[in-house]
């Protein structure tokens, strides 16, 4: 079983539309966790931490879920140049290894 | 402020030939490593480095050295290329390995090994 587990996709949905991503992680000692958007043939940037109260940037809101072992992206309003894959990521606390999902691919269309 | 700067951004090599992967990051970060990205597998951990002269190995090492002599620097060497290194490799820092310390990640090297 991989560390970090995400449904690859391909999610399609229209402008306009809410919609969420999951991450399940495998170890429990994990204490870092982030979400990362990577455009195609790019490199993958920052898109929020992930907190454990949760956290709100805009439309965009990332929650944990420490005793399902999952963190979850929320996408509200989607946008056309939302369309891109969306990257997890999982670390121990103080680790030296951040160990990212395979991607979920979002294709918004008009 | 440049940023995490890697070069080359495309590279061709046969089987057998040597290089070097550079990567540099001019915001004074502690923690930097080298993933690499293949379709269906993900960002894969090669190397890492807490700082300074401390390297250590990551999820799929073979194959591959690295050293940090500086803070700025990490390069990555491949010492003999295999057509199973063709892949995408990024570099990657961090301020230090604090929980909400982001990685910070380069423009990307395109390896194809013939």
């Known amino acids: 079983r991989k560390e970090v587990e995400q449904d690859p996709g391909p999610f399609n949905v229209p402008e306009g539309a809410t919609v969420a991503f999951n991450c399940t992680y495998s170890n429990s000692a994990s204490q870092s966790f982030f979400w990362y958007r990577q455009d195609c043939r790019k490199e993958p940037k920052l898109l929020m931490s992930v907190y454990s109260s949760g956290n709100e940037d805009g439309r965009f809101t990332a929650q944990l879920n420490r005793a399902s072992q999952y963190i979850s992206l929320l996408i509200r309003d989607s946008k056309l140049s939302d369309s891109a894959t969306y990257l997890c990521v999982a670390g121990r606390s103080a680790g030296n290894m951040l160990t990212f999902g395979g991607g979920t691919r979002l294709m918004v269309k008009p | 402020n440049a940023g995490v700067t890697q070069t080359p951004k495309f590279q061709v090599l046969k089987t057998g030939q040597s290089m070097t992967l550079q990567c540099a990051q001019d915001m004074n970060h502690e923690y930097m490593s080298w993933y690499r990205q293949d379709p269906g597998m993900g960002l894969r951990l090669i190397h890492y480095s807490v700082g300074a002269g401390i390297t250590d190995q990551g999820e799929v090492p073979n194959g591959y050295n690295v050293s940090r002599s500086t803070t700025e620097d990490f390069p990555l060497r491949l010492l003999s290329a295999a057509p199973s290194q063709t892949s995408v490799y990024f570099c990657?820092?961090?301020?230090?390995?604090?929980?909400?310390?982001?990685?910070?990640f380069g423009n990307g090297t395109r390896l194809t090994v013939t």
């Open positions: 990657a820092s961090r301020l230090d390995r604090g929980d909400y310390s982001p990685l910070h």
